[in-house]
């Protein structure tokens, strides 16, 4: 697949079949989020690797019961880890790690789709459960809950606005 046609053919999944992923497919999904640019080349963010069956189910109902979060192999979270840029003060910390974090998810999103997995950005989670779950420490905040699989349904593209709205030229 060329880049345009992964980018085409990314879609938010949110039904998976019963289906393992390869740990070699999962690792090159880690290695292209650990290709994404970063403020400074800090990589202020840290990725956590979910595939124990109650684990997954409690980041569902951390997910606000996004019961599909627990039907997948692999969930990955995506946190922001604000000390690592802290050389960038309040900037590094509250704008920097989380650009970091989620340009990181995205690179995972579009390798997943190149490698002919699934994926669907989950952002809507009582963050505190989340960290409970993971048991994450107080320095990182949880921003991208991303299950990994294989597709079970097949939707099309959702609309999207059109660039002469969304891009304002000067
Ligand atoms: C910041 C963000 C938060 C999102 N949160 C959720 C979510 O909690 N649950 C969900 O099912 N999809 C979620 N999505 C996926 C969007 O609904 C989806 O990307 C959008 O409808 C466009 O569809 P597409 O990804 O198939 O192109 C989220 C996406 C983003 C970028």
């Known amino acids: 697949m060329t880049l345009w ?3 085409e053919a990314r879609r938010s999944i949110r039904a998976f079949q019963d289906r393992p992923v390869e740990p070699e497919k999962l690792e090159a999904i880690l290695r292209a989020a650990n ?4 403020a400074g080349n800090l990589q202020a963010y840290e990725i956590h690797v979910f595939s124990d069956p109650a684990t997954r189910e409690a980041l569902a109902v951390a ?3 996004q019961s599909f979060v627990a039907r997948v192999p692999v969930v990955l979270l995506f946190t922001a880890h604000a000390a690592r840029a802290a050389k960038y003060g309040r900037r590094g910390a509250e704008l920097y790690c ?3 974090a989620t340009v990181a ?3 995972a999103q579009l390798a997943a789709t190149a490698l002919g997995l699934a994926t669907c950005w989950v952002g809507a989670f ?3 459960a989340v960290r409970r779950v993971a048991g994450l420490p107080a320095g990182e905040r949880p921003l991208v809950i991303l299950p990994v699989g294989y ?3 097949n939707p099309p593209p959702t609309p999207r606005r059109p660039l002469s709205d969304l891009v304002h030229r000067h």
Do not use: C, K, T
Request: zero cysteines; glycine letters at 4%.
């Open 5 to 7: 046609e992964v980018i």
């Open 35 to 38: 290709r994404a640019p970063s």
């Open 63 to 65: 997910a606000l019961g």
């Open 98 to 100: 989380v650009q970091d």
């Open 105 to 107: 998810a995205a690179y």
């Open 126 to 128: 009582d963050e505190a």
């Open 151 to 153: 597709a079970a349904e």
